[in-house]
C-alpha cells in the first residue's frame, strides 16, 4: 500500500518494484536505451561517486512565464563529498512580492544593487560544467533556469552544454527517491532533514537548501539504483505514478 514504509524486497501491491532491486533488473534490459541521461555520463556510471551539481531558487514567484529568479545556490559534491558552494542574490529587474518575501526574507532593498541573472550567468555557468544536475522538487527548478536561459536567448539544445541547460536532461530529483522510501514522513526539505538528522540551519535560502538536499540524497543512496541509467529509469517511473497519486487524492477531496 502506498502508506507502507518501503522494505527492500519484492514489489509494490501495485506492481512498482523496490528500488533496492532496480539494478539487478538492469540487467535483463541493457539493450534498452533510457531517455533524459545527459550527454558525456555513461548509463553505467555509479551516480553516487560522480560529479554532482545540486541547484536550489528562490524566486519571486511559483510561475517561471512571468515570475523571476532572486537567489541561487549551486552545491557541488564529488566522489560524494562536498567540494563547493556558491550563492548569488540576483536582482529580478520585478518587484518581490510580499508572499514571497515572507517565505524566503529577501525583500526589494536587498537586491537593489545586485547583478542581473544575465550579469553572472557566465560565472554561475562554470559551476555546473561537466555535472548531473540535482534538485528537490526539480521541476521547478529546472522550469526557472530554462525560463532564464530562453529570456537571455542562450541555447538549451545541444550535447556540448551543461547537463543542467540541456532542456531533454532529467534532473536527478531527491524528492521522488523521498516520496518512495519515507511514505510515513513528511517530503517537505525540513522535515526530512529532521528525520534523517541532517542540518538545514537556513531553510529557503538557496546554498543553505542545496546543500541539505544533497546530504538527503547521499543518505538514501544505498536504497537507491547504483547507476546513473537505471536511477533515471526508475526515477521517471515512480515520478509518473507519484503524479497519478497526486491527481487521485485532489480529486477525493476535493
Not at 98 to 123: C, N, S, Y
Not at 168 to 174: H, N, R
Not at 191 to 198: F, T
Request: a negative charge; one cysteine or more; proline letters at 6%.
Amino acid at each position: 500500500m502506498r502508506g507502507g514504509q518501503v522494505e527492500i524486497c519484492g514489489c509494490f501491491p501495485t506492481g512498482r518494484h523496490y528500488p533496492g532491486i532496480a539494478d539487478r533488473l538492469a540487467k535483463a534490459r541493457v539493450a534498452m536505451p533510457v531517455r533524459g541521461l545527459a550527454s558525456g555520463f555513461e548509463p553505467d556510471l555509479i551516480w553516487a561517486e560522480g560529479a554532482v551539481a545540486i541547484i536550489d531558487f528562490e524566486t519571486t514567484g511559483l510561475d517561471p512565464a512571468v515570475d523571476r529568479v532572486l537567489e541561487m545556490g549551486v552545491v557541488c559534491f564529488d566522489e560524494g563529498v562536498l567540494t563547493s558552494s556558491q550563492n548569488w542574490l540576483i536582482n529580478p529587474t520585478i518587484p518581490v512580492p510580499d508572499e514571497a518575501a515572507a517565505v524566503h526574507g529577501i525583500t526589494d532593498e536587498m537586491l537593489a544593487d545586485k547583478p542581473r541573472f544575465e550579469q553572472i550567468w557566465d560565472e554561475i555557468r562554470t559551476h555546473l560544467e561537466g555535472r548531473l544536475p540535482v534538485a528537490y522538487n526539480a521541476g521547478f527548478d529546472k522550469k526557472f533556469l530554462i525560463a532564464e536561459l530562453e529570456r537571455m536567448g542562450e541555447t538549451t539544445w545541444g550535447d556540448e552544454l551543461p547537463p543542467s541547460m540541456q532542456a531533454e536532461v532529467e534532473w536527478i530529483d531527491p524528492l521522488v527517491w523521498v516520496r518512495e522510501l519515507y511514505q510515513d514522513q513528511s517530503a517537505k526539505l525540513g522535515a526530512i532533514c529532521e528525520h534523517l538528522g541532517i542540518t538545514l540551519d537556513d531553510a529557503h535560502r538557496a546554498a543553505s537548501d542545496a546543500e541539505a538536499t544533497g546530504k538527503v540524497l547521499l543518505a538514501m543512496r544505498d536504497r537507491m539504483p547504483a547507476t546513473y541509467g537505471e536511477l533515471i529509469r526508475v526515477q521517471v517511473r515512480y515520478a509518473a505514478q507519484q503524479d497519478v497519486d497526486l491527481a487521485i487524492w485532489r480529486g477525493r477531496r476535493f
